[in-house]
């Protein structure tokens, strides 16, 4: 079951995650946080490949992607 | 709740308080090399069996040197304005075995500290220093800065910049740094490679990253993004001179400072029976 | 760390011996720092004060140390600062230029609580000035870092205070977590004369208290805290210590900002050296029983002033006492107030027109008549022109 998290505590509504995605799984919302940042969301998790690149763009470590499993159902990263 | 896997290497909260997030602009390219930074050194911690407690960061002061704030979970500490590689050349004299990594801005590594960038190049210190160029004093205000192009309007240039720009990895490899290289925020994964193989450099590697600075250009995060990955190329590919290379621009190792050292210790002896 | 190189057997080199040993005071100074345990030395050339440089860079390697000269004195303070942080006692020489282009780096020091020796073989000023001897950077020594924030400084008097003194700059300065600097100047650098060094097990070498004396985790450790000097870890151990010098809380955080922490910060840095004044200070003293004047000085000039108390008390009868101020800062003024009741002239002799003179007059102007300063520059005192200024004064 494949999660993305947005951390409304850290996130700066900046975009760059959204620009980073392949398969553009996320887009821009009317959910502002209490620091007043626009944060993104999900349009549609199946398009989701787990490639992360969402994860490593973002400059405040906001956004979390559950990792791949490897074969043998242990996850790819520890 | 799913945490960033980055996150295992922040202290998101102290004693005194929340640490986390840093203070850092929305969209701000430092923060982007933290990430890149972390997850380069998680890398060598996970396949190189490289020991977390050896790893020290050191960093000048601008926005990018505030990435070893307090809540940064490893050695580091936040010195003076463009003094961070003595402070790291004093580290390595004491321990050689320490891998620091400095954090420095362009002008922080090419203005005031331009003196200390050529002499720890010169003398190849093990060190692995990554230049977050964002071609302004970002902290300040955006003042012009010594990569800052010509005839840029700042506000110390209000008139437009009537000087040059530094080609920082070209200084880097005139004075003797023995791995260089030039990616952008707009990069990645090839940036976070290009960390990894610094830090595995056994030498000065510099590490130089064209970051956006949304707050002082004026434009979304996303629009410098997508103009840093169109005014560069990588030289695999092209050698248009219209752009800024980008890529492994110089690797030549050669033997650090505190290894060469070792001959002055044994020469010292020689002549004590 | 740099012990591999020794406990490889690479390095023969031995400390001074004990016994008696005739030699130039920049020497004795280094041989001071390597008994104290000194492993770092960075350093750039200046007049008068290179001979200390060179002589460090030949020993060094003898005794598992290393040392490299720097581009500029900036770049010379820092490496001493990084070289701290990682567990080794580090000292750099300069002369006063140097000394000023240290500053910011020496203000940094004092926040982040960053042990180390700065030796300032002082010349005259201001700019190039001249290569001879002075004493013109004693109030630089105090208040040349920009902000509050104190700092230890001795003045040594002889080749056998370069040997003493700068063992006992690198004991203060692990002790209470501070640079300390040594207020040497041209003629007590250059001068060349007998040294005395004691059996080795006589002599007391601090280190650092660390958390791991204290039995503090890594999840405990706090930076700033425990103690008012607060225990140091240095890199590498697995403290993940933050060095930082905004104003910060005792976890080293700077975020969450207040008028109150940042006033508790200032407080005890202050407290920490000012607050313990009377065990840090040294004072040494002769002929105050029953004087009526008293001469205080302190490096160079207390070895013609005290030749100079000396003659006017046994020649001309006159009972003067002698005051050397072995510790300039921080400023031993309730010493000085306990060694004197009332008299009629303080006599400050110093190689500049006047800086010492200021603290001294603000600790003893209810107990003495008149401060009277005897201005040098460019040389040491006379001890023929000390007399006859004292007569002229206590004769007439």
């Not at chain 2, 790291?88 to 801005?105: M, R, S, W």
């Not at chain 2, 023995?178 to 960390?195: E, G, M, N």
């Not at chain 2, 190329?233 to 290379?245: L, Q, R, T």
């Not at chain 3, 001074?16 to 040993?21: Q, T």
Request: negative net charge; contains cysteine.
């Amino acid at each position: 079951m494949i999660e993305i998290v947005i951390n409304p505590n850290y996130c700066k509504g900046c975009s760059i995650c959204i620009e980073f995605c392949p398969k553009k799984v996320l887009r821009p919302s009317n959910n502002i946080n209490a620091k007043g940042y626009a944060l993104p969301e999900v349009v549609d998790l199946d398009t989701c490949t787990q490639c992360k690149l969402c994860e490593i763009v973002c400059p405040d470590l906001a956004i979390a992607v559950t990792p791949k499993e490897k074969r043998g159902g242990r996850n790819a990263r520890k | 709740m799913l945490k960033h896997p980055m996150l295992k290497y922040i202290n998101e909260e102290g004693p005194s308080g929340k640490r986390f997030p840093h203070l850092l602009c929305p969209g701000c390219g430092a923060g982007q090399v933290l990430n890149y930074t972390l997850h380069a050194v998680d890398d060598l911690i996970n396949q190189t069996g490289a020991k977390k407690e050896a790893f020290v960061f050191i960093s000048g002061v601008g926005c990018s040197s505030r990435l070893t704030s307090h809540y940064l979970n490893f050695d580091s500490a936040w010195t003076l304005h463009g003094r961070a590689l003595p402070i790291a050349t004093g580290v390595l004299l004491a321990n050689p075995e320490l891998k620091i990594i400095v954090f420095t801005g362009d002008g922080d590594a090419a203005a005031i500290g331009g003196n200390h960038f050529i002499h720890a190049f010169r003398r190849n210190i093990n060190v692995t220093v990554i230049c977050v160029n964002n071609g302004l004093y970002g902290m300040t205000g955006g003042q012009v800065a010594p990569t800052t192009p010509p005839f840029t309007s700042t506000p110390t240039t209000p008139y437009g910049n009537i000087e040059d720009a530094f080609d920082l990895c070209k200084l880097a490899e005139v004075a003797g740094a023995s791995y260089i290289s030039r990616w952008t925020t707009a990069h990645p994964i090839q940036t976070t490679k290009a960390i990894k193989k610094g830090i595995t450099n056994k030498g000065a590697s510099f590490i130089e990253i064209l970051s956006q600075c949304p707050v002082h250009e004026h434009q979304t995060p996303v629009e410098m993004t997508k103009a840093l990955k169109e005014i560069t190329v990588s030289i695999k590919k092209s050698m248009d001179s219209n752009k800024i290379p980008v890529g492994e621009l110089h690797f030549a190792p050669r033997p650090t400072w505190t290894e060469r050292y070792e001959s002055v210790i044994e020469k010292a002896n020689e002549m004590i029976s | 760390m740099v012990e591999t190189a020794l406990k490889e057997k690479k390095c023969r080199g031995e400390f001074i011996k004990p016994g008696r040993h005739y030699l130039e005071g920049s020497e004795a100074c280094v041989e001071g720092a390597l008994l104290a345990g000194m492993k770092v030395y960075a350093g750039y050339p200046i007049t008068p004060a290179s001979e200390i440089m060179e002589h460090a860079s030949r020993r060094l390697p003898q005794v598992g140390g290393r040392f490299i000269q720097m581009e500029d004195e900036i770049s010379a303070v820092c490496a001493l600062i990084g070289a701290s942080w990682a567990g080794a006692k580090a000292m750099t020489a300069t002369s006063s230029p140097g000394f000023s282009l240290m500053q910011e780096a020496i203000s940094f020091s004092i926040m982040t609580e960053t042990p180390l020796v700065i030796v300032d073989v002082q010349r005259p000023g201001p700019g190039q000035g001249y290569i001879t001897t002075s004493q013109e950077d004693v109030m630089q020594a105090r208040y040349g870092h920009h902000g509050e924030g104190p700092i230890i400084a001795l003045a040594p008097s002889s080749v056998q205070d370069m040997f003493e003194l700068t063992i006992e700059a690198f004991n203060l300065s692990e002790k209470w977590r501070t640079p300390v600097l040594i207020m040497a100047d041209e003629t007590v650098a250059h001068m060349r004369e007998q040294l005395i060094v004691p059996e080795l097990d006589t002599i007391e070498i601090l280190g650092r208290r660390k958390p791991q004396d204290l039995n503090i985790s890594p999840e405990a450790y706090l930076p700033y805290g425990h103690d008012i000097v607060p225990p140091m870890a240095n890199f590498g151990e697995g403290y993940n210590i933050n060095h930082v010098s905004l104003a910060h809380h005792a976890d080293g955080s700077v975020g969450n900002y207040s008028l109150e922490v940042h006033r508790e910060n200032i407080e005890r840095l202050h407290q920490k050296i000012e607050g313990n004044v009377n065990e840090i200070a040294r004072v040494e003293s002769q002929f105050l029983d029953d004087c009526d004047h008293v001469l205080i000085c302190y490096g160079s000039v207390a070895r013609t002033g005290l030749e100079a108390v000396r003659e006017v008390r046994e020649v001309h009868g006159i009972k003067i006492g002698f005051i050397r101020l072995v510790t300039l800062w921080p400023f031993p003024e309730e010493k000085l107030r306990n060694l004197i009741s009332m008299v009629k002239t303080i006599f400050v002799p110093e190689m500049n027109l006047g800086m010492i003179k200021h603290p001294i007059t603000g600790a003893l102007r209810d107990k003495c008549d008149q401060v009277i300063p005897m201005p040098e520059i460019g040389v040491l005192h006379h001890p023929d022109k000390l007399v006859n200024q004292i007569l002229e004064v206590t004769t007439c």
